[in-house]
């Protein structure tokens, strides 16, 4: 994750508790993201799957930098 978001973004276990993680944006807003009884690419490691997640949700690449579309799919997938 820091490669993109950087070294000092915080990555935490989320609050909510239907949500994974969460990260605070460089505003000091908490953005919760990952739903939590689904399992995503660092659980069950199936290129397969990941691939299949990918392109469903192709147009998540472009969703604003700190929506939780985007934070789940650089992030989880």
């Known amino acids: 994750m820091s490669r993109y978001y950087g070294p ?6 989320s609050t909510r508790a239907h ?3 969460m990260v605070q944006t460089p505003e000091g807003r908490w ?3 990952g739903q939590r009884p689904y ?3 660092h659980e069950h490691h ?11 949700n192709a147009r ?11 934070l789940a799919y650089w992030v989880l997938w």
């Open 31 to 33: 953005v919760h993201f």
């Open 46 to 56: 199936d290129p397969v799957r990941r691939a299949r997640f990918r392109e469903r």
């Open 39 to 41: 399992e995503d690419w």
């Open 8 to 13: 000092h973004v915080p990555l935490r276990r």
């Open 60 to 70: 998540w690449r472009r969703a604003p930098k700190w929506s939780p579309a985007h």
């Open 19 to 21: 949500k994974k993680f």
